[in-house]
């Protein structure tokens, strides 16, 4: 398709309000549960990790900020106010504080849903301690993913962890409202894995279901990754923002499970439909493009793809697809729908997906002073191999 | 495992309790896309379907009434009361009144959710019609599925046909309690097909935030086979029953889409694990093993089974793993569970489950004067071959 | 991406060599499980069906042969000249001939695998008739898709029918190298539908172990939507067209089961994988472009999409995909694979998926005097007015 | 069911043929990606894994080799004799030997289908050493699990892996028949995990190819949990094992993806259906219940339930299922089958599934003098609580 200069201005506006969170477990070792591969220049530190998205940003500019793991990134003996500092010098905004439930060995059967009170306690304690550091570093969201759930028939009552996580959630809610004004509690929702019978949070009903009951703060958070097989995304993601319960994204891709690959890399085209479920929402409401107070935050796991490699070409095809679903002529669009024209109707969804987009994004780096292809000035840099060479993380 | 005299009395009392509503769409010809096998002894009329439910309620004693389809049972032209006679002679009650938004030309697109306004309307008419149908002859239930969804990415707006939908219910909410005061609006979703992009009320989240807003009677309703790959149904059933949205089901077994083959035939544990849950919610309330108010429906499509045998073999196998589940050692299980005890909670489970009840059902049975095995008793009858030679089916 | 003038040779030279055949039952009035809606200008006879070809042939250039049913457009009563002659008049070759194993009242538990062995005769007699009529209109395959199978565990015996169906086959590779030389035998698989327990060729491994004892011109046929989700198609592709055992396509897409929606439009990105291999298959053995001998044939049931617009569509839609798949730098990809840079050859793909190839099409067209953009031209002409009107297929 | 004197002798034959093997690494802790629950009972060396398994086979009478792993159990350093000695002192046989392709860092593109020559040669050296450590320990089977594969498109030639697959695999199966004589190399696939774009070796079609082309000792490996979701696993079993190629099975069972949970725990009845296709094959060939020559060995990761016990649970679960499919009375499924009677046939399956088998175990463990009731045994014994004091595996 040709793009227009009216296109062309709404799409650099879109852009302009678009951004990208990263995560910071995104820069350092990953794996599957068969091993680990390492890599020389994976960040060591939480400031390596703060350094290596500044990178990004700087070679983006749509990733100006950094999810925050808060037993690897804040652990017991951190100073926060030297991580707000490092953050500073970097040039990158504290993110969404992500509390682990997960890795403490009391967690076995569960955290806030564990039949043993002592577990439940401790989640509720690293809560806490999570909305403390949220409040002191400015961040703007507790994104909590829980692994609860179990993994045989009979082990457990769904009733009583239902009620224990209602229980949890409102406490945290509160909380949340007394010492962190404004934050919002984005959870998190996944069919399975680790538990491999049934997730105490197992889909976006259950989501939202438990965020209605703890508060108006709570929203729903999608991971792109978390859902079974067929599952309509896109009809996901209309529904709750419909509703005003749809907090963000924890973007990735996949084929067949929670593959975490890098977005767009399996299903480019579903991505695309993600971004235009959102962008007729803004278009139907009469907001700005790219308005809708949703966190897009990045969480992919990249095991074998140079770490920063993966996160800039995620930045880059993330604001791609994002830029296309912009393109759909919306007014096209609703006179073939109205009509009942399938064939029109479509045809102007995907013109815009396979609309070339390159020019208008080196139009918008341009502006900002930023190398119009961030993934070619990054191999140009030769950053990775210094990194390497400084970190040797073997 | 034994079953003592304590857990015989409350199996069977459990069992007096449970009543299964046979579909009159089960008892005539049905196939898939590629065709329709003929059964000579299939019903052809409203009244031989009453009548095929009459026999199976005789031999069964466990499925008293019948759920109705508008279309194929109340044409236009039937008289109502004369239908409400057929039933009384064959002793059957009608059960739920199903609409039929998906056969009309006009529904191309839709029915509450089309494009086009005629198609609407005939919808809205339909349901008024299908509610005074469901006043005049005592049924407890509107029991609504749509096929409305769209087959193509950008085909209709989600958006719009949300907000239609939602009118839709809240109208017809109103006018249910209006003239058929008590009767349960249920509303049932489904993934995919007939509509293979997006369904309108794709999954029980989206089932649950329709009938909240509809109103106070207006609940989900759980069609086993309405599910993607994986989807833990349990879970999905004990979710909306303790938020007092789980309204009945459908019941049928499947291997990979919504196959419709025979309850249990594919996974009973499965199917006992649900009944599991229902048993454990009522144990958890000190309500009567049996008692939660939920329509047990059969929906089913006999294609190569004879649908008599079929239906007799469904009620029997409900009846056998209802009972199964109803022999859980409730007080054990909860210790284990407790304890954190895995291998104990499963095994309480996996007991019960593989416990030979064939010696309960027949208890229950001769108490009822019924046969002590009623597929048996039906084969012995001769009841098919008869039908066959007197309908010729063909 | 920018193309060179020797890209655009080798696209153009591949486009020459690439040929879609199209199915008489895509123009004829299809439905799902649960009703048909009818389109007034869907093909009612053979000779119609041949005339929409004929159409579609002449605005794409790219289909110049229809695949045919026998029950539906060989019925027994037809004159197999004068349906030749109908072909040549409307410029269309006779394609793959399609036996129909699944109508007939005594395929009830299954063709060549029933326990029945009338139904058994029946099918071969069929497939003698088949091959006649293969050979005598000099169509180049024998396409067999059976729907053999079974809805219940324990129904029938796997094994008798395995033995069965190598029979029946083996006769069948006899008959037509006798009587029809130098026609393939193309064996589809499907995973499940209509039968729904286990379906007797359900997947490629067995297909191809059916065409390895068939004899030598047995070959696998895919079916684009006869996968379980996540099933990685380029690789079952791949892998049977490096064993010689590759013999041809079903093309359609799906979002759920075999949904038979249009090529490309759920995931056009994995269709350009299936294209993208055997491009590299050809590239490796050094042969030219689009020369494998592969049947590519379209199998899709155009519900809601006007008939001959699904149709165009289609095989547009094929060109461009098969268009970029040809644009890939395979020196670029194969230099990144052997130095394992993952994004380097990731991005390699990506660049051809992406590019835009409406120009190079265009050019394609422009050169055989095909109108630029077929769609627009079909829907300008005013053709599928005239036809409703003419037909009133209702 | 009633069981009869007859069938009773059948089964209790078929039982004294059913031989489990455990694997070493199922008695030390594994975890999921998300990290490890210690167990103070795990297993920490070889010789603790042997001992364990002793263990378990003194309970059961059932489970008499350890499958053991190279790189895990039989490190360079390790003196292959003194393994030997500690094996006949704890009672039990080295089985399956599994070599290790996965954790070297080396593999990360792959072991033999790496781009990178060195891993390749890596990964032959290993299976050198491994086919060493076979013929000197007396094992019967080298069994190959690749995690071989890619996770991007276009990241590696589809066609490059396979060639240099089919050349491993050849090499080691001559070199197995030259050192190792009669030993079986076991081949098995998956369709993903940790690969999550492609598999090299990804279903079963895939696994008999390169078997058929190493030589007549390859065969195909069927792990249960190793399928995408629906499909037919007794359906890949019957397949292969009339075609000569199955070679044994890695048990486990699973709801979504590899999940590695204890066999039977999610769907027993499709275990059962597994034991049934074997037995029916048997059966039809005139063998003597229990005789193919399949290994069974069991492949679970133990991660909550405590490792002996889940080891011991599974020997019982498995042995009560296989003993239910050898109840199945044969020629009254043959009869019904021929019949095209569906609902008896599947009525005769269902009532051997649901038959009590406690009895005739308990039978069968007395006359070999093991306690009836092995997990209460074992439980009762106070076993695990001693060795969680002794090994304190934190």
Redesign the interface.
Known sequence: MKVTDKQAEHVLGALDRFEIELPSWGFSD??????Q??QAAAARTTEEKLHDAGCVHRLTGAAPSIAMHVDWDFPPTIDVEQVKREAAHHQVRIGAINPNY??D?RY??GSFCS??ADARELAMQHSLRSIEIGASTGSAALSVWL?DGT??????????R?KLLEAAFGRIHDEMAKRWSGAALLLEYK????A????DI?????A??FARKAGPNAKVLVDTGHH?????I???V??PL??GLLGGFHFND????D????LG??????VF?IF??IA??EH?RGQPAGSAPIAYMVDQSH????KL??MV?TVCEAQALFARAHLVDRDA??RA????D??A??????RAF?A?VSGLLADWRRRRHLPEDP?TALRESGLIGRLGRERNNR
């Open positions: 990953s794996g599957t549960r068969f091993g591969f390492k997960f890795q060995q076995k059967l039949p043993d692994a993994n045989y028939p009979g082990q457990d009552s769904i009733y009583r239902k069919p399975f894995e680790p491999f019978y049934h997730t197992g889909d976006w009903g259950m939202a279901s079974l097989q067929g599952q309509n896109e009809h996901i209309a529904f419909d509703e996949r084929k067949y499970a593959d975490d690959l890098t890399s399996i299903d480019p085209y579903a439909r235009d479920q007729q929402f139907d095991n074998l793809k140079p490699e993966a070409q669009l609703e729908q109205r009509a009942g399938i064939v109707a479509e045809t102007t969804l995907r396979f070339d993934l």
